[in-house]
C-alpha cells in the first residue's frame, strides 16, 4: 500500500471509529476486564471511549504518516 493509500486507510478508519462511537454502534461490542468471559463487562461509556481512543490513534497515524519525509 503506498503512503497516499495508507493515510486514505487512517483517515476512513479515524471517521469510521468516531461515527461509531457517537452513533451508539460501539456500545454493542463485547469486551470484557479480564481474560475470561466472567470478568465485567466494559460499560457502555467505556465502549465508547475506547472507540475514541482508536479513532484518535488513527488520526495520530495519519499525522506521523504526512509529517514522513517532510524534515
Given at each position: 500500500?503506498?503512503?497516499?493509500?495508507?493515510?486514505?486507510?487512517h483517515e476512513m478508519?479515524?471517521?469510521?471509529?468516531?461515527?461509531?462511537?457517537?452513533?451508539?454502534?460501539?456500545?454493542?461490542?463485547?469486551?470484557?476486564?479480564?481474560?475470561?468471559?466472567?470478568d465485567r463487562p466494559?460499560?457502555?461509556?467505556?465502549?465508547r471511549d475506547d472507540?475514541?481512543?482508536?479513532?484518535?490513534?488513527?488520526?495520530?497515524?495519519?499525522?506521523?504518516?504526512?509529517?514522513?519525509?517532510?524534515?
Amino acid at each position: 500500500m503506498d503512503k497516499e493509500a495508507r493515510l486514505k486507510f487512517h483517515e476512513m478508519q479515524a471517521n469510521w471509529w468516531m461515527h461509531s462511537a457517537t452513533n451508539g454502534h460501539a456500545a454493542t461490542r463485547k469486551m470484557y476486564h479480564g481474560i475470561s468471559s466472567d470478568d465485567r463487562p466494559f460499560t457502555p461509556e467505556e465502549l465508547r471511549d475506547d472507540a475514541m481512543k482508536i479513532s484518535k490513534r488513527h488520526m495520530d497515524l495519519y499525522l506521523e504518516l504526512a509529517e514522513l519525509g517532510k524534515e
